[in-house]
């Protein structure tokens, strides 16, 4: 199959106060949500003039990303569609095939497997082509990618550079919180999501020669009783006060780039307990336009393009397959 070109798939976001209604309607479809909770998500909006730093990171990403094909002799046109907000998936693929694209390979802007970050995107794919019709364009996803190397690289520099921050004589008592997107229990129990996190933290904290960490979970928005994956960063970061601690260090592993969750959870509220507690917190950056994850970006496509290249990874996990079995990352019920 000759792949004519790259299609970014991300989860979108609001650009101002007139967006955020209708895109957290498009967030919520389907799932029974409180309008009050809606309208309490909201208000973390209005903190940013309804402004999510999503869409602007996408734009940022395709343009390193255009800078670093170009640089490596790989000719692909580049599109963007969001699942939530535009450009929405099915007018990406409308343009597509208007523009003669016939195969595209999707890069999905998440590490991991899970039924949200995964099988939905896949789902998504498949209703836009349906939209567009016969003329669609075949949408071939590259792998997760939680482990690859220079994923993990990217990461250990980001930790490293948040570290060299924290004051030379309490930098070795330092801790460090690894954190990632809260899922439904039921959610987690049929896919591979926590153990690649547990991975992904592993390998980045032994690439920073770090052996203390914990990987804990923020922006849960089930109700109380449901169970999801902890424990939540607020509840992590008051036990490490009460235990002594002065320092923490909490990179945000599970995302490749700052949306809401990352500014408002960690940079509005969790810096609000620690300022009122006393407890010194540096936010390491996500991997956003790392040279070195723009870089894995060519090579995950580079590897699908030509068959003698092996997939690259680390640890024991293996590489990801590029196509899921039937029944992948569905919620139990």
């Given amino acids: 199959m000759d792949i004519d070109a790259l299609l970014i ?87 597509m095939a208007a523009d003669g694209i016939k195969n595209a390979l999707a890069f999905v802007t998440a590490a991991y497997s899970s039924y949200s970050s995964c099988r939905q995107y896949l789902e998504n794919i498949a209703e836009a082509r349906d939209r567009v019709g016969s003329s669609a364009p075949q949408i071939a996803k590259l792998r997760a990618f939680y482990n690859h190397p220079l994923f993990i690289e990217a990461n250990v520099d980001r930790l490293q550079a948040a570290m060299i921050t924290i004051p030379e004589a309490r930098r070795s008592a330092t801790q460090i919180a690894f954190t990632a997107h809260s899922i439904p229990r039921s959610m987690a129990d049929n896919c591979q999501y926590e153990s690649q996190l547990l991975e992904t933290g592993r390998l980045v904290s032994l690439g920073a020669n770090r052996e203390s960490w914990r990987l804990v979970y923020q922006s849960r928005s089930g109700p109380p009783t449901q169970p999801w994956l902890g424990p939540d960063i607020l509840d992590h970061l008051k036990e490490l006060k009460d235990s002594g601690a002065t320092d923490v260090v909490i990179a945000p592993i599970g995302f490749v780039s700052d949306h809401m969750e990352i500014i408002y959870d960690l940079d509005t509220e969790a810096r609000q307990f620690c300022d009122q507690t006393g407890l010194n917190m540096v936010r390491a950056a996500t991997v956003g336009t790392h040279p070195l994850f723009i870089r894995m970006i060519r090579e995950l496509i580079q590897e699908r393009i030509d068959p003698r290249s092996a997939p690259r990874f680390l640890g024991s996990l293996g590489a990801n397959n590029d196509l899921c079995f039937a029944g992948c990352c569905l919620p139990k019920v």
Avoid: C
């Fill in 9 to 95: 798939v991300s989860f979108g976001g609001p650009e101002g106060m007139a967006d955020v209604m209708p895109f957290l309607a498009n967030v919520l479809r389907g799932r029974n949500v409180p309008a009050e909770r809606m309208r309490a998500v909201a208000k973390h909006y209005e903190l940013f003039a309804g402004v999510s730093p999503i869409n602007e990171q996408n734009r940022n990403l395709i343009a390193a990303l255009q800078k670093e094909m170009a640089a490596n002799g790989l000719s692909l046109p580049i599109y963007w569609g969001n699942r939530n907000w535009h450009p929405m998936l099915a007018d990406t693929l409308a343009e």
